[in-house]
């Protein structure tokens, strides 16, 4: 046996008694779900079935739920090399924080008669990011690619329902947010199901384009 032949199977056997690298399990479901789930909350507010003074509780949701969490999401995402779902996270967990902290700390600096100026604001340039997510989401599966044009057409409703101080559109706006954030479930629960079942148990639905 000559040196160099001694060597490569030592090396060989070194690296086969390595500990295979663990692969990072996907964490968008856990995003999903915090996004969902504080939707949901503010929805049943915005839509009137619960009575608003309850809205503060939505408030450590959006922080620490819908804001903290797919902001951790969004980054392990980039660190995977998926842009798509680092985008969408990296904008929905900003936005539940921004909407925090604007009604826990500077809703009340602003004029009253500004108040809805403001807000409407806010939804709309949401919207419009919202807008192009949906146009790359065409890509990816059906139940997503609906939620995220739900998200867009909510934004618009609440945007305009703000703007105009109308309850009505604002209510209209309430409802598309409880139907995105059920679908928001549905997809969480679909990705968690799958990892433990090892199988698709809950279809999403083919993309829209192929």
Sequence with gaps: MTTSGATGEQAGAAEASQPA?????????????????????????????????????????????????????????????????????????PFWVILGAFDTLYASSVPAAQLSSATSLFLAVFAVITFYLAIASLRTDLVLTVIIWLIFVGLVLLSIGAGASNANITKAGGWVVLVFAVLAWYHAAGDIIESTFGRKVLPFGPPPIK
């Design 21 to 93: 690298r663990a692969v990072m399990a996907n964490p968008a479901p856990w995003a999903v779900t915090a996004f969902g789930t504080t939707s949901f909350m503010i929805g049943m507010y915005q839509t009137g079935l619960l009575n608003a003074a309850g809205t503060p509780i939505v408030l450590p949701a959006a922080f620490f739920f819908g804001g903290l969490v797919q902001i951790i999401v969004a980054i392990m995402e980039f660190s995977r090399g998926n842009l798509f779902a680092g985008a969408v996270f990296g904008t929905y967990g």
